[in-house]
């Protein structure tokens, strides 16, 4: 039955090279009993708070909570608009909140997340947060950004290349908390065996392109993926918060070789929560450190050497004579 098929998943979160806080999130929910897994299923959610600071975090943190609450406390097996109302119901509470704070911040997120049941995923999506499937070695994007940037190129106002280079890539257009219903995108997937599930947020995607992560996904198993793709990100410079869910479906069709890769040397904070089951939170033991390459010199610095070098030569001769004329004497 398509319900036993077995899910592989993990999760990471980190604040990156640039920012002093994490305002991304990220929350799973993973049934323990058969009972659990027919009534609800799987659920998977990454958020990206909007606001700076505290407002951020706690728009992304109180709205994927409440938006699993919601889910969990509504019945019934149509599966995709029951995780659309439950995260309406979470904008709701989100925007109660930000009412009753003497604060006059902005207080929203993003948030993408997935419902995975009898071998189909339902997700949905509302922001630039973004959810992708990898099948038959093939990665697709599966939601539509809802962003600035995206709309210009919708509309051809924008190319793909330039919109790389559009200046305001970081505005979004729609979000939790920004107004009373914001249109949350609703999509549907069959789901293969071996399938592969990512959930991220936008500070992935500034700095690996879609081609890498597929083929990080194809080589790695998920817990290995997940550290890797947040890895590389930190690596080209972590410019905003990196958030990943990676979700196997079934077995792999072949077996494929994990490959090694160092993570990066700082410590991964995470901030993520799960029910029923916990998270956690210590961070995985970085790579050994490889030895250090042999000193060498820089092209630009060969002129000097060879100048030195010269100079020492002079002088050992200048000696010698010297020495010499001393001795004749």
Not at 104 to 126: E, H, K, L, W
Not at 221 to 230: K, N, S
Not at 273 to 280: D, L
């Amino acid at each position: 039955m398509e319900a036993t098929v077995p899910l592989e998943a993990a999760w990471r979160t980190d604040p990156g090279l640039v920012r002093g806080h994490n305002e991304d999130f990220v929350i799973v929910y993973e049934p323990e009993t058969a009972d659990d897994r027919r009534r609800h299923g799987s659920l998977y959610i990454v958020a990206d708070g909007v606001g700076g600071a505290d407002a951020g975090e706690v728009a992304s943190q109180y709205a994927s909570e409440r938006a699993l609450h919601h889910y969990l406390a509504g019945d019934g097996e149509n599966w995709g608009a029951r995780l659309i109302e439950a995260m309406q119901a979470a904008n709701t509470d989100l925007r109660r909140l930000a009412a009753d704070r003497d604060d006059s911040r902005r207080m929203a997120t993003t948030m993408v997340a997935t419902v995975v049941q009898a071998g189909r995923a339902y997700i949905g999506n509302v922001g630039d947060s973004r959810a992708y499937l990898r099948h038959d070695g093939t990665l697709a994007q599966v939601t539509r950004d809802q962003s600035l940037v995206a709309r210009l190129v919708e509309e051809g106002a924008l190319t793909p290349e330039e919109a790389v280079r559009y200046p305001y890539k970081n505005v979004i257009l729609y979000s939790l908390g920004s107004e009373k219903r914001p249109p949350i995108d609703l999509f549907e997937v069959e789901l293969g065996e071996g399938d592969l599930l990512l959930l991220c947020s936008d500070g992935l995607i500034r700095h690996v392109d879609d081609g890498e992560i597929s083929d990080l996904l194809g080589r790695e198993l998920p817990e290995a993926a997940a550290e890797r793709l947040v890895a590389l990100a930190r690596e080209r410079g972590g410019e905003d918060n990196i958030t990943v869910a990676v979700v196997q479906h079934g077995a792999r069709p072949v077996a494929m070789p994990v490959i090694a890769a160092p993570l990066a040397e700082d410590e991964t904070l995470t901030r993520t929560a799960a029910h029923p089951r916990p998270v956690p939170v210590a961070s995985p033991a970085p790579a050994p450190r490889r030895p250090a390459p042999v000193a060498a010199v820089a092209p630009h610095l060969w002129p000097l050497v060879f100048l030195l070098t010269a100079v020492m030569v002079v002088l050992i001769f200048l000696l010698w004579f010297f020495i010499q004329q001393t001795l004749s004497l």
